[in-house]
Structures are given as C-alpha cells and as structure tokens.
C-alpha cells in the first residue's frame, strides 16, 4: 500500500488569526501501482493541504498517516530520527506554483536538482533531466535558458519535470494543466498516463476541469470544506446530485446531453460519443 | 518560522488599539530616550515591571511579545554572557572554579544529554536549558570525583553582573515596546502616522511621504514574505532538500535554493505593486486625502504627557542621582 491516511484532521495555527481547520476527518487508500486519481474541490476546499500531507510536508494535527512504511502522527513528525526525504523521493509531489522553487541557472540544472539530491550522480542526473524535460515537450534548446526568462506554461512543465526526473511510486500533480494551452494540456496528461502505462506509477492530480477527470481518471475524490465527500469512480460521480452543492461542473459532454434532452427530448441515456452520435442520428430519421 | 511577530498586526480592541498612530509614535520614541538615558539598575526593573502592566491593561498577551523576543534571544543571551565573561570591571563578585576531571564532565554531560532529549516534552524550552546550565555548572564546579585535568575560572565582576542585567533589560524592553507598537496598529494607520510624525522634516525638503511609505511597505510586507518562505521551504523539500541536515556545502545549496527563488518573488510582488498603484493612479509626492481622518482624543494628551514625564523623569534621575 502507498499512502493510507486515518481520521486526518489539519489545523493552520497562526498568531493573528484563529485557528482555521483545513482538512477535517480524512481517510484514504491510495494504492501504489496503477491509481489514476483526480482531487476536484472548489478552491479552499482544502486539496493543497492535503497533498502536502502524502509526502510528509506537514504532520496531521490529528490522525495518522502511513506513507509506504512509515507511519506519521503530530508527534512523530518532530522526531528527527524519522527520516522524511526517503518519503519524498517515493512521492513526487509538484507544486501549484512553479515560481517557489526554480532556482538554478539553467533548466537543466534545475530539473536535475532532485535527483541530485536523491543521490544520484552528476551524470545520472543530468541524463534524467533530460529525459523527463523530453517527456513534458520541452527541447534541447531549453536546456540551458534561465528558467526565470520561460513562460508561466513552461515554468509550469519545468516544475513538472523537475519531479518527473526523480523518478517516483506515486506522482502527485497540484494543478499541473493550469496555465496551460487546452493542447498543452492534453499533451501533458497523456505523459502521465504513458508514464504510467510504462511502470505502473500511481497518479494523483488536482484540477478544476471536469473534462480532464471524466478522460483520464479511473478515480475522483472530491474535498469540500476540508472533508471528503466523495471518493469513487467519475461516472457514479456525475450521477450524483450533490453535484452543485459541491461547487462542481459537469463535463461539457454531459452538458451536451442535458441540453439535448431538455430541448429535444432525447429519451435515450448516452455515455460515450459515439452512443451520442448513434442517438442523433436516430433522433433525426425518427 | 510562522510564528514570527516582528511587523506583524494583531487584530484587538483596547486603549492602545485606539491611541492615535502619531501618539504611539511619539510615545515610543519618548520612551526610547528614556530607557537610553537609564543608567540606574532599579529604574530599569521598574520600566520594565511598567510594561508588565501595560501589557495585561492593553489586552496583549505576553505569550505574543514572547514570540517577538524569541527571534533575538540569541542575540540576547550572547550580550549577556559576554559582559559577564569579559567585563571585569568594579568588585569581583564571586569566582566559578570549574574544574574538570573524568567523572564530572561526563555528569554534565549527561545532564546535558537529558535537557536535550527532554525538552521534546516541555514547552519551556529555554527555561529548562537555563535550569541544565545551572545544573552542569554546580556539578562542574562543586563536585570533584577523581584528579582533575584542567579548569576554568569564571570570574563575575560587579560592573559584569550590572551591565549583563542591565543591557539585557534595556533590548527586552525596547523590542517589547516595538512589538507593542506593531501588534496594536494597523500598516495603513502606522503608515500615516508617520507620514504626520515626519512632516517637520519637509521644511528641510525630506520628501517624509515617501519614507512613510517606504517603512509602511516594509512592514506591511514582513509576514507576507515570511509566508512566501515557508512555501519555498516546502517545495524544495519536495525535492529532496532536507533543511535540517546536510553538510556545509549542502547547506550552501539549502540556502541559495531558498534565497533565489525569494529575491524573485520579492521582486515580482513589489512590481505588482508598483503597477496595482499606478492603476489607482498613485503619483510620489502628490498630496492624498485619507478615507479615515486621525482624531485626538483625550486619551492620547494623557498617553502623550505620561511619555513625557516618563522621559523627563528619566532625564531627572540620571542628572541629580
Ligand atoms: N498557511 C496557512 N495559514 C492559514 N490558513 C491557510 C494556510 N494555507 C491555507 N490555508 C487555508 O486553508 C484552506 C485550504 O487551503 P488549500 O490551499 O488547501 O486550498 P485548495 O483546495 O488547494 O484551494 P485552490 O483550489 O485555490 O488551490 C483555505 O481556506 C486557506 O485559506
Ligand atoms: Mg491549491
């Protein structure tokens, strides 16, 4: 098993403000091959808080979570003798910002930054920079530009590969298709899912785009207020009707499907594009 | 790192939340100068029993002035235990022989060993560390098991002792007194209470509103950079940087992976800044009208010549005692 959160509670403490409750009573498997996870949520929700907690950034101020074998409590999560960058390296996670940690002179560099510091050598770790910077469709001719002078979307695949390059069980993405054009988008899902079709790494990833969940994910968990509220596959998602209360979208094909049975009374329940296109066909000739 | 005070406004209601930013300004400048001029032992420990009073009266709790003095406390327990160590002027007080043999270093260390293991389970962490040095230092100097190898004298002189306690006092009562000042105000009111404060300076073509500014900016800006930090911290931890460990070249990598990515955002949050205020239309130098007016009240005259008299005083003693 990869990441096994119980009864997780975070509590944000800061001196001029009262004690704000991120995530409230969260539990969680997430297995360590094969999960292709989407983590939807209206923003504040909470999904950021609790990334950070799959790779030991922060401690449950309540409840535990086991991250492949080891087990972090508040009170563990102090004890420097646990040591949390072994965890780090097996989850990857990237951030929803890519302006928080680019820092060497070149992209190269800066991808080959984690690795590096897994214990990699030099060479090793340049080799897997640049592979990863391959992956997310960046070319030779990046390599040696300051990663300040990029893009938001390129800093953004920067980021990406910055983690991709260490090579973890378990990916975890905060927003890695925001900032991006709807074809970078695409592009960068269907690395994930290569990536994962090729050595069975777990996906985790956070996104507001209904689409991107109903195309790529086998699983949705769905935050609000810091709960979780839903935890199963996107199809029983979009039949629930919780759905507005959850500050959630549908995607723009079940759009489709609504319009065309409110407007022209399509009787007939569609799922996939072609049973659409099969039910407009009838519908004309009918 | 999140629980750092310096600049950092605390929402509240009591007498020093309502004062005037001008008094307040005043006020502790006034009281700078008289714990300048200080230089009696017991008029210092009544200043500082005065601020242990304003602080319940003004509805602040010590804790949060803790917080403020906590990033210094190094700097304050260095000052002190130089001038006790290498001031040794006036009476010698009392000398510490340490003495050092097999057994007894060992016991302090021991003892050391539990304050460091210990201190996971209290939250005094400092106290305790206190109540270790005092334990280590007894066993070192009174207790003599086997031949010795080798001591130490500590020699505490009279002028040591006073000047150790009395400059402790005097940075532990003007950072409190800052602290006071920026829990209780508000950056814009700060802000505008200096822009008045320094206007004075305009005759001599200062241009006071910038400066206003400028230290308004800065404050306003310390927590929220502070914050950026922790964020930074985090995402490179991400990617393997473990800050609490690594060798001195390591620690040279931790460090710049910080710092760079800081100076970016810094600058990229002053140029959204600059452009949200010309947005506004902000032009440097042009006079502005302010939404919320100061007004006087009585409690600021009464604030106001209580500073006063407190500094005279001050003066007074320092001149006739
Ligand atoms: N350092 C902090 N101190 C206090 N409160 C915080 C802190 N970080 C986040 N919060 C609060 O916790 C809540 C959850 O934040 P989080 O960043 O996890 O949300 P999110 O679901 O990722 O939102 P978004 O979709 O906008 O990224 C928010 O209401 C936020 O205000
Ligand atoms: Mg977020």
Redesign the pocket.
């Known amino acids: 098993m990869g990441i096994r959160l119980h009864a997780v509670s975070h509590v944000?403490q800061?001196i001029n403000?009262p004690p704000?409750e991120?995530l409230k009573n969260v539990s969680l498997t997430i297995q360590a091959t094969d999960e292709f996870i989407a983590l939807v949520?209206e923003?504040?929700?909470?999904?950021?808080?609790?990334v950070q907690h799959f790779n030991a950034l922060m401690a449950p101020t309540s409840g535990e979570a086991q991250l492949f074998d080891v087990t972090l409590t508040a009170e563990t999560f102090k004890d420097k003798k646990i040591k949390k960058t072994p965890i780090r390296k097996r989850i990857g996670l990237v951030f929803?910002f890519p302006e928080y940690q680019l820092f060497e002179e070149t992209v190269l560099k800066d991808v080959a930054f984690a690795p590096k510091n897994f214990g990699l050598s030099e060479e090793a770790a340049i080799q897997k920079a640049k592979d990863a910077l391959r992956l997310v469709g960046l070319d030779e001719s990046f390599e040696a530009r300051s990663p300040f002078h990029l893009s938001g979307g390129e800093k953004k695949r920067v980021s990406i590969a910055g983690i991709l390059a260490m090579e973890p069980d378990i990916l975890v993405l905060d927003?890695p298709t925001s900032g991006l054009d709807p074809k970078s988008q695409e592009m960068l899902m269907d690395v994930f899912t290569s990536i994962q079709n090729r050595t069975h790494t777990s996906i985790v990833f956070?996104t507001?785009d209904m689409n991107w969940v109903e195309r790529y994910a086998k699983r949705v968990l769905v935050?609000k207020a810091g709960s979780l509220v839903f935890d199963g596959t996107p199809h029983a998602l979009f039949q629930r009707p919780e759905l507005a209360d959850w500050k959630m979208d549908v995607p723009d094909r079940f759009k489709v499907m609504q319009y065309l049975k409110t407007h022209h009374s399509f009787k007939d329940p569609v799922t996939t594009p072609d049973e659409l296109i099969d039910a407009i066909i009838r519908e004309g000739q009918s | 790192m999140k629980n750092i005070v310096i600049g950092r406004y605390i929402p509240g209601d009591s007498f020093l939340y309502r004062m005037d930013p001008r008094v307040k300004l005043i006020a502790l400048f006034l009281l700078f100068v008289a714990v300048f001029v200080i230089d009696e032992l017991w008029v210092m420990v009544g200043a500082l029993a005065g601020i242990l009073v304003l602080l319940p009266l003004g509805k602040i709790s010590i804790k949060k002035v803790y917080f403020g003095l906590r990033p210094l406390l190094f700097l304050l327990i260095f000052t002190f235990v130089f001038q006790i160590l290498f001031n040794t002027q006036g009476r010698l007080l009392t000398t510490l022989v340490l003495d050092f043999d097999p057994l007894n270093v060992s016991l302090a260390g021991l003892i050391f060993i539990a304050w460091f293991y210990g201190k996971r389970w209290t939250s005094f962490t400092f106290l305790s560390f206190l109540l270790a040095l005092a334990a280590i230092l007894t066993v070192l100097s009174q207790v003599t098991f086997l031949r010795s190898f080798g001591g130490y004298t500590i020699a505490i002189y009279e002028e040591g002792l006073f000047f150790a306690v009395f400059i402790l006092l005097r940075l532990v009562i003007i950072v409190t007194l800052s602290t006071i000042l920026t829990i209780t105000t508000k950056p814009t009111d700060l802000n505008l209470g200096l822009e008045r404060v320094l206007k004075p300076l305009k005759i001599v073509k200062v241009n006071t509103e910038e400066i206003a500014m400028i230290i308004g900016i800065s404050l306003r800006y310390i927590p929220t950079l502070l914050?950026e930090a922790n964020k930074i911290i985090l995402a490179q931890a991400s990617r393997g940087v473990d800050f609490q460990e690594g060798k001195f070249k390591e620690k040279i990598v931790q460090i710049i992976s910080l710092l760079v990515p800081m100076f970016i955002i810094s600058f990229q949050r002053s140029d959204e800044l600059a452009n949200a205020m010309e947005a506004r239309c902000f032009v440097p130098g042009k006079p502005r009208t302010r939404l919320n007016q100061l007004t006087w009240k009585p409690l600021d005259t009464f604030v106001l010549v209580v500073s006063l008299v407190l500094m005279v005083a001050s003066i007074g003693v320092r001149i006739l005692w």
């Open positions: 944000y800061s403000q704000f991120a949520g923003t504040g929700s909470g999904k950021s808080t609790l929803q927003e956070i507001h935050m | 914050d």
